[in-house]
């Protein structure tokens, strides 16, 4: 694609972490059930491949969300556009991201979430972007650590675009200059 200045995932890295990772929340929870709780729509593509190697049942449920402030800048006040369907009180949560970044909507999240009494709540990111952070967050599990710098693919998008593929990269600047910061 013309758009890809540099792949920094390939296809294959990101499979064979994802499995990894897959691995180690299976020896975690045994037999408990998880709520995958996956954030829209950037967690989709990562909750559904992770999802194939977690050993203990699973049930899914889906957040959406939507930062108040400009299209470049997380504002860190979030607005639930769709809410859980079912009750996490007294369940095993585990947040699936597709990436953290200033933390601010997790943070957000984490406060709101808690305050329904899961029986824990842990977080999943596969991309942990720490350099931007704003607030402190523990992240449980991580895929990959990756620099400042705009990502596009695997869940990711660019104006609501290549979210499908398979593989994470950096955009040629043309493409974004004025858009993102
Ligand atoms: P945070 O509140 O700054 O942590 O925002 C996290 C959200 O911003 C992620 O869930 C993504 O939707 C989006 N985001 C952060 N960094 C990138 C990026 O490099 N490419 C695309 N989206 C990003
Ligand atoms: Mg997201």
């Known amino acids: 694609m013309d758009i890809v200045e540099r792949i920094v995932l390939s296809e294959e890295q990101i499979q064979t972490r994802v499995q990894e990772l897959g691995q180690a929340i299976s020896q975690d929870y045994g037999d408990e059930c998880i709520t995958l709780l996956c954030i829209l729509k950037g967690g989709l593509m990562f909750l559904c491949d992770l999802a194939k190697h977690i050993t203990s049942p699973v049930v899914y449920d889906f957040m959406s969300v939507s930062s108040y402030g400009d299209a470049t800048q997380s504002s860190g006040v979030v607005r639930i556009t769709k809410d859980l369907e079912e009750s996490i ?69 660019f104006k609501q675009l290549y979210r499908n593929i398979p593989y994470v990269f950096v955009p040629k600047p043309e493409y974004y200059q004025d858009q993102v910061d």
Do not use: M, Q, W
């Open 89 to 157: 009180e007294g369940k095993h949560v585990i947040i699936v991201e597709d990436i953290i970044d200033t933390g601010l909507t997790l943070s957000y999240l984490l406060n709101n979430l808690h305050s329904r009494n899961p029986a824990s709540l842990r977080i999943c990111t596969l991309l942990n972007k720490e350099a931007h952070r704003k607030v402190e967050i523990a992240v449980d599990y991580v895929g990959f650590d990756v620099p400042n710098e705009f990502l596009v693919g695997y869940g990711l998008d």
